[in-house]
């Protein structure tokens, strides 16, 4: 089989119907492709909504598994088990908020194939609006954190700029096209990252192995980003991202790096808590959360946290 499509939802049932729309309007002719949904313990009606959609569906040329788990769990741990189950040489990888536009997997599959030494090749992702997103990275270091504490990140370390094909660090994985093989012989995702940075450790990786990763600009795919509107849940989520940024950097830098790049991450967000006391639309109290976490990233709760508490209640239920 050429192509899965593997698409990870949590509580995202209207998101999760528009990617699958989007999947089956931008399918590449020719291409013998599966669709692989894994719900991860979703309380909205998603695995209804699914299902329905399969049957609705049936002319998409593609074949559809909905996978129901009972425990929600990671997104390192859900993509790594779609890898797994996956028939295909490649794995689009898919957040149920990502809709592909017309030929972005078409250019993404194009490129992995024209280049037998890249493993990864990610989308250029679009806001609501379509204006283009930051979405490929040089690898975290001490250098990337001091080009951010010197506010010359999106200079020095944004790599999704540019028309045309190019190797990067990293890519974002909510529109990302992997290469099975190379992901399996890598040990998939490293499951010790709830979410946020896992596909940052997998294509470092992969580039230690001698893979490449590719951002292919000509690959469009709108990212809704479901952002917490409300301060708690915004706070674990906040709590999670530096989480997963430290454990990269204590994985694949030394302590005492890791330690920099903590004091370096809170500097930034400071001055923008400052200036978001006069800016209209921005909120001081987050970036002041996310410099608290981005210094002391095992302190609080993070959605680990809300995970679990989410599953130990629905056992209740269940007992009950």
């Known amino acids: 089989m050429d192509l899965s499509y593997c698409v990870v939802n949590t ?3 209207q998101h999760l119907l528009t990617c699958l729309n989007a999947i089956a309007a ?3 002719d020719g ?15 998603s695995g209804e909504a699914v299902r329905g959609w399969i049957e609705a569906a049936m002319g998409v040329g593609a074949q559809v598994r909905l996978i129901e788990l009972e425990r929600r769990t990671g997104k390192a741990a859900n993509d790594s088990r779609l ?3 996956a028939r295909g040489d490649f794995c689009l990888l898919l957040n149920e908020d ?23 090749a990610g989308a250029l992702l679009l806001d609501p609006a379509g204006r283009p997103q930051p979405c490929a990275w040089r690898l975290p270091s001490l250098g990337t954190a001091l080009a951010g504490a010197l506010f010359l990140h999106r200079r020095l370390v944004v790599e999704s700029g540019g028309s045309q094909i190019a190797e990067v660090g990293w890519v974002q994985s909510a529109a990302m096209l992997v290469r099975r093989q190379a992901a399996a012989e890598a040990g998939f995702f490293d499951e010790e990252f709830f979410v946020y940075s896992d596909e940052t450790d997998l294509c470092k990786r992969l580039r230690d192995a001698g893979w490449r990763v590719l951002h292919v600009p000509g690959a469009e795919a709108v990212h809704h980003e479901q952002l917490a509107s409300d301060l ?8 999670e991202f530096h989480r997963g940024r430290d454990r990269y950097m204590r994985k694949h830098h030394s302590a005492a ?35 608290a976490a981005a210094l ?7 959605l680990r946290e809300a995970a679990d508490a989410y599953n130990r209640s629905s056992s209740r239920v269940a007992a009950s």
Do not use: C, F, K, Q
């Open 98 to 120: 990502s809709e592909p536009l017309s030929g972005a997997t078409a250019a993404v599959l194009e490129a992995l194939r024209g280049d037998p030494g890249a493993a990864v």
């Open 31 to 45: 291409v013998e492709a599966e669709i692989l949904v894994l719900d991860n313990a979703s309380n909205d009606g």
């Open 296 to 302: 002391r990233p095992s302190a609080g709760e993070g």
């Open 232 to 239: 708690a849940s915004a706070r674990r989520r906040i709590v």
């Open 257 to 291: 790096t890791a330690a920099i790049v903590r004091v370096l991450s809170a500097w930034t967000y400071l001055p923008r808590a400052l200036a978001a006391l006069a800016l209209p639309r921005h909120d001081a109290r987050r970036y002041l959360m996310h410099a």
């Open 26 to 28: 931008t399918h590449p």
């Open 83 to 85: 890898l797994r189950e």
């Open 11 to 13: 509580n995202g049932r």
